[in-house]
T-cell receptor
Framework: EAGVTQFPSHSVIEKGQTVTLRCDPISGHDNLYWYRRVMGKEIKFLLHFVKESKQDESGMPNNRFLAERTGGTYSTLKVQPAELEDSGVYFC????????????FGPGTRLLVL | DAKTTQPTSMDCAEGRAANLPCNHSTISGNEYVYWYRQIHSQGPQYIIHGLKNNETNEMASLIITEDRKSSTLILPHATLRDTAVYYCIVRARNTGFQKLVFGTGTRLLVSP
């Protein structure tokens, strides 16, 4: 069974540009989460999808971040325009239906904004 | 979710058991204890979880005290590949509390 995949693995962009990160969850997983770690800080929750619906987006830092999950399969996280403080590692995780199902993480996308 | 406290770092000799403690004195009855680890440059990896009984799987054992105020993750025969940051996370079993709240974790260094 394939795990959670993320694309790209690395992205280097200039301040003001737009970047779109993609996450493909484990097949059949209804729950999809985005987390990120910025330099020197802890891993922080961004948002949670149940199928195509946003269940919890309390961790989204500001309106420059837009997450979508059309059709309830893969998800994208767009940062527009990117700022220096957006640099970090963005992780995606997925889990099966249910409130206590284990979350499985992808390898992350390393974003560097110059 | 209840707050957890872990030592900042620990060392372990290869082949020996690694015992990683976690305090969660404010844990409530419906909260599970989860352990994840993050090996350098990889995504967090699920290890094990439990409610009140001790648990064991192919990776580790989880010992939860009777009062549930603390727990210990045991890696029975640590290898160099177990060097990672280990996170103890307490997670409520309620609607809307599905996110994982990561602390600073314990940095485990396994040496030859």
């Amino acid at each position: 069974e394939a795990g959670v995949t993320q694309f790209p693995s690395h992205s280097v962009i200039e301040k003001g540009q737009t970047v779109t990160l993609r996450c493909d969850p484990i097949s059949g997983h209804d729950n999809l989460y985005w987390y990120r770690r910025v330099m020197g800080k802890e891993i922080k929750f961004l948002l949670h999808f149940v199928k195509e619906s946003k269940q919890d987006e309390s961790g989204m830092p500001n309106n420059r971040f837009l997450a979508e999950r059309t059709g309830g399969t893969y998800s994208t996280l767009k940062v527009q325009p990117a700022e220096l403080e957006d640099s970090g590692v963005y992780f995606c995780a997925s889990s099966q239906e249910g409130y206590q199902e284990t979350q499985y993480f992808g390898p992350g996308t390393r974003l560097l904004v110059l | 979710d209840a707050k957890t406290t872990q030592p900042t770092s620990m060392d372990c000799a290869e082949g020996r058991a690694a015992n990683l403690p976690c305090n969660h004195s404010t844990i409530s009855g419906n909260e599970y204890v989860y352990w994840y680890r993050q090996i350098h440059s990889q995504g967090p990896q699920y290890i094990i979880h439990g409610l009140k009984n001790n648990e064991t799987n192919e990776m580790a054992s989880l010992i939860i005290t009777e009062d549930r105020k603390s727990s210990t993750l045991i890696l029975p025969h640590a290898t160099l590949r177990d060097t990672a940051v280990y996170y103890c996370i307490v997670r409520a079993r309620n609607t809307g509390f599905q996110k994982l709240v990561f602390g600073t974790g314990t940095r485990l260094l396994v040496s030859p």
